[in-house]
């Protein structure tokens, strides 16, 4: 089919505009996934901070690690990979879970990878905590790097859309391959440096590191968190990767934007 770039553009920019709409659509996905609970999305913030704790005492025992280093380590990657796999994840079915709305309403579509956006955020504001109570202990120095968290997020979010947008028009043909990223998505972390330090690896295996994109959308923001400043070359990986990312991405999205509708 032949892109129509000219509808996919209105509709990325049509949805982004739509912020009253996406930003009730995904408070209200919150509300409803933790209905009749008690402290509600307070749950994964509670599983999150079991596992840091837990984890991060046997590990750094392990490897010979203070765990006051290790464990605000274990913390900030372990948020940071939450959010961004949950772009991920979730971004396989965006389509699919919104088709009451999109069969009928006319609505913008990117409003749908928007809200998962922002809902996203949410949950990620609520680890977050955890992870202040971690530096409590740990004393990790508060700094001006972490005014990087900010941007970090915000360049973590522009990948994590365009990666929603593709797999969401993807999986909305293919269902399979939301399982298939799920298994990867499973392995992926293991072998990227979340739960351990890439100062672990040595030889060649360093370019498991250099070359991780997952590594280093986790990075932008672990750094900060942890006080200490960006790395360039993470930077220049993750601006490079949304360039590629959305010049593809808007190019695929162009060509079969129209067949959404009728594959859901």
């Known amino acids: 089919m032949i892109p129509r770039y000219s509808d996919a553009i209105s509709d990325v920019i049509g949805g ?23 402290i509600g999305p307070f749950w994964a913030s509670i599983s999150l901070a079991i596992f840091v704790v837990a984890l991060g005492i046997v590990w750094s025992q392990l490897w010979h690690l203070d765990p006051k280093q290790y464990l605000p380590f274990l913390a900030s990657g ?6 961004f796999s949950s772009f991920v994840t979730e971004g396989c079915s965006v389509f699919v879970s919104a088709e009451g709305f999109i069969k009928q309403l ?17 949950v990620f504001g609520h680890n977050f905590l955890i992870f202040v109570l971690v ?3 740990a004393q990790v120095p508060l700094n001006w790097n972490w005014l990087w968290i900010v941007p970090g997020l915000a360049a973590m979010c522009v990948n994590g859309t365009w990666i929603a947008l593709v797999l969401g028009t993807l999986c909305s043909r293919y269902r399979d391959i939301q399982q298939v990223v799920a298994s990867l998505l499973q392995v992926l972390l293991f072998v990227t440096p979340i739960m351990w330090p890439p100062s672990q690896l040595t030889g060649r295996a360093v370019y498991l590191v250099d070359f991780n994109l997952l590594y280093h959308y986790i990075e932008i923001v672990r750094d900060p ?3 200490l400043p960006p790395s360039p070359w993470s930077w220049f990986m993750v601006i490079a990767s ?5 010049s593809f991405g808007l190019w695929f999205y162009a060509r079969f934007r129209r067949r959404i509708a009728y594959w859901i």
């Open 78 to 83: 372990m948020a940071c990979w939450l959010l």
């Open 16 to 38: 982004m505009r739509a912020y009253d709409m996406w930003g009730l659509i995904g408070w209200r996905e919150i509300r409803r996934r933790y209905r009749r609970t008690v």
């Open 135 to 137: 530096c409590i202990y």
């Open 106 to 122: 006319r609505v913008p579509y990117m409003m749908f990878v928007c809200a998962l956006i922002w809902r996203n955020l949410i």
């Open 225 to 227: 968190m942890m006080g």
């Open 242 to 246: 949304a360039i590629v990312g959305w």
